[in-house]
C-alpha cells in the first residue's frame, strides 16, 4: 500500500491536547491516512515533502467572512468612519456588484486565505444586485480546489423601510426563499467530505422581515442545513428591536426559531450572562472577529467566557472592507492578544487560539467530525507552516507558542482534499496573475475611480 503524500520531520499539532514532536503524516484519496513518530515506520508514498522541523497544523477555518468588500478595501473616503456611516458609505458601491467581480473578488479571497492557512471557509453574501453572485463564487472555489461554505445572505428593508441599505441591493422575501432553495438544490453536498456546502443566512436581524427569519429556519430544517447571521454586534441592535420587536436581540433570534445546534452567529458582543447561557445550551456557536471589531472600535466578545459557559467558539475575518486583510494566521494571533489583553496572562494560550480557529471553526460549519484536526479519517486539510530562521532564532521550547508569538507565520504548504495549493509560500493558480488585473479594473470600477490605468487593462 502506497500513501500519495507524506510529510516528514515535522512537529504536528494532529489535536487539542495530541501533539506530535518529531513525526511524520500520511495522506491517501484526500483523508489523513496515518501519524507516527520519526523513530515508527512510515507507509511508502508517492511524493515525500520534509517540513524541515516546521510546524504542521489542521488549515485553518474562517468563520465569518464577505469577500465581496475585497473590491472595496481601505477606501479612503470611509476608513474613520463608525460601523453605519462605513455600511452607507459603500452600500452604494456594492450595488455594482455583478457575476464577474463577485467570481474575481472571491478567487482572490480564496487565495489570501490559502496563504494564510485557512483551508475551509464561509462566505456571508448578502448583498444581491443581481442574480447569480453565489454561482459565481463556487465557480472561483471550485477552480482553485478550495473548501467553500456560501451561505445565502439577504436583506429585506431598505432605507424606505427603515433600514440601512438602498434599494438596489435589497431583495424581496420571495425572491430569497425561491434563490435560496435553487442554491441547496444546485450546490449543497451532504455527502462526508464535501467540498460544497450551502447554508443560509439573512444580514441580521434588523435588515430583514420577521418572515425571513422564521422561513430560513424552516428551510434549514427541511434540508439540515446550517444558519448563520450577525447578532449583538452593536448596541444600536439593542435600540433597534427593543423599539421594533419588545425585545433584545437574543430574544428575537429565540422567538424566530434560531437558537438551534444549527446556528453560529458573527460577533455575539452584548449579550447579557443570562443569554449567554440559553445559546450555549441551545448549541448555538459564535465567530469572533477580532480585527473587524479592534478596527472598527467597537466591543469584542469575550471568547474565553463564552468558551467557559459551554459555546463553541471560531474565528473569523470578517469582511476585507473592514479587517482589510484574510489571514487567519493574524487573525489567531489577534484572538489571543485580545484575550490575555482583557484577562491577564493566564488567561489564554497559543493553544486555546489554535483550538478556536480549528475545531471551534469546525463547529460553527456542523463539521467537527471530518474538519479541523489530524487524526485519521480526518479531510486531509493542512498547513506546513513558513518561518524564518530569524524569527524563530531563540524559540526552542514550544513550538505552538512560538509559532503564534514570533514573526509573521505564513503557510509554506497548504493542502486541501489532499490537494497542495500553496508551495513555499506560492499560491500554484495558473490563472493568478490575470485575475488579480482584472480584479483591480473591477475595483476600479465598483469605487468609480477615474480611467482605468493602461497598465490594469487585460485582454
Ligand atoms: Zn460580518
Given amino acids: 500500500m502506497t500513501v500519495d503524500l507524506l510529510i516528514t520531520d515535522a512537529y504536528i499539532y494532529v489535536d487539542h491536547g495530541h501533539e506530535i514532536a518529531g513525526g511524520w503524516i500520511a495522506i491517501k484519496d484526500g ?28 488549515g485553518l477555518i474562517n468563520a465569518h467572512h464577505h469577500m465581496y468588500q475585497n473590491l472595496t478595501r481601505s477606501y479612503a473616503p470611509v476608513t474613520n468612519g463608525t460601523l453605519f456611516e462605513w455600511l452607507q458609505g459603500l452600500y452604494p458601491l456594492w450595488a455594482g456588484l455583478d457575476e464577474e467581480s463577485v467570481y474575481l473578488s472571491t478567487f482572490i479571497a480564496m487565495v ?40 445565502r445572505g ?27 432553495e435553487r442554491l441547496v438544490a444546485k450546490f449543497h453536498d451532504a455527502s462526508p467530505g464535501a467540498m460544497d456546502r450551502v447554508a443560509l443566512a ?19 430544517d427541511k434540508h439540515d442545513l446550517r444558519l448563520h447571521t450577525h447578532l449583538a454586534e452593536d448596541p444600536d441592535e439593542d435600540a433597534y428591536c427593543a423599539e421594533i420587536y419588545g425585545c433584545t436581540p437574543t430574544e428575537y433570534f429565540e422567538r424566530v426559531g434560531w437558537a438551534s445546534p444549527r446556528s453560529w452567529v458573527a460577533h455575539y458582543i452584548y449579550p447579557s450572562s443570562a443569554e449567554i447561557d440559553r445559546l450555549a445550551h441551545a448549541g448555538v456557536c ?55 489583553f482583557r484577562h491577564g496572562p493566564h488567561s489564554m494560550s497559543a493553544r486555546d487560539a489554535l483550538d478556536m480557529a480549528t475545531r471551534g471553526g469546525a463547529a460553527c460549519l456542523g463539521r467537527e467530525d471530518e474538519l479541523g484536526h489530524l487524526r485519521p479519517g480526518a479531510c486531509a486539510d493542512l498547513v506546513i507552516w513558513k518561518m524564518s530562521d530569524i524569527a524563530l532564532a531563540g524559540a526552542l521550547t514550544d513550538p505552538v507558542e512560538a509559532w503564534l508569538r514570533c514573526a509573521p ?21 495558473s490563472s ?28
Fill in 202 to 220: 439573512p444580514c441580521s436581524l434588523f435588515s430583514v422581515s420577521e418572515r425571513i427569519m422564521r422561513e430560513s429556519a424552516m428551510l434549514a
Fill in 286 to 340: 459564535t465567530a469572533q472577529c477580532p480585527c473587524s471589531n479592534m478596527m472598527i472600535g467597537g466591543g469584542s466578545a469575550d471568547a474565553m467566557d463564552l468558551r467557559r459557559r459551554g459555546m463553541r467558539v471560531g474565528l473569523g475575518c470578517d469582511g476585507s472592507a473592514s479587517t482589510d486583510h484574510a489571514s487567519m494566521w493574524l487573525e489567531t494571533r489577534m484572538a489571543l492578544l485580545l484575550g490575555r
Fill in 31 to 58: 483523508r489523513i491516512h496515518s501519524h507516527g513518530q520519526d523513530a515508527q515506520a512510515a507507509p511508502q508514498a508517492h511524493r515525500t515533502i520534509s517540513a524541515h522541523g516546521q510546524l504542521v497544523t489542521p
Fill in 154 to 180: 439577504s436583506m429585506t428593508r431598505s432605507v424606505e423601510d427603515g433600514g440601512l441599505p438602498p434599494a438596489s441591493v435589497v431583495q424581496d422575501e420571495d425572491t430569497i426563499l425561491a434563490d435560496s
Fill in 409 to 429: 507565520a505564513v503557510a509554506g504548504t497548504t493542502i486541501v482534499n489532499g490537494r497542495i495549493l500553496v508551495e513555499d509560500g506560492v499560491p500554484l493558480m
Fill in 112 to 151: 489570501e486565505l490559502l496563504m494564510g492557512g485557512c483551508t475551509t471557509s464561509m462566505d456571508h453574501m448578502y448583498v444581491h444586485p443581481k442574480p447569480f453572485l453565489i454561482d459565481a463564487q463556487f465557480r472561483a472555489a471550485r477552480e482553485i480546489g478550495f473548501r467553500f461554505h456560501a451561505t
Fill in 432 to 459: 493568478l496573475n490575470d485575475i488579480l488585473r482584472a480584479h483591480t479594473r473591477e475595483a476600479r470600477r465598483i469605487q468609480r475611480l477615474s480611467e482605468v490605468a493602461p497598465e490594469n487593462r487585460t485582454g
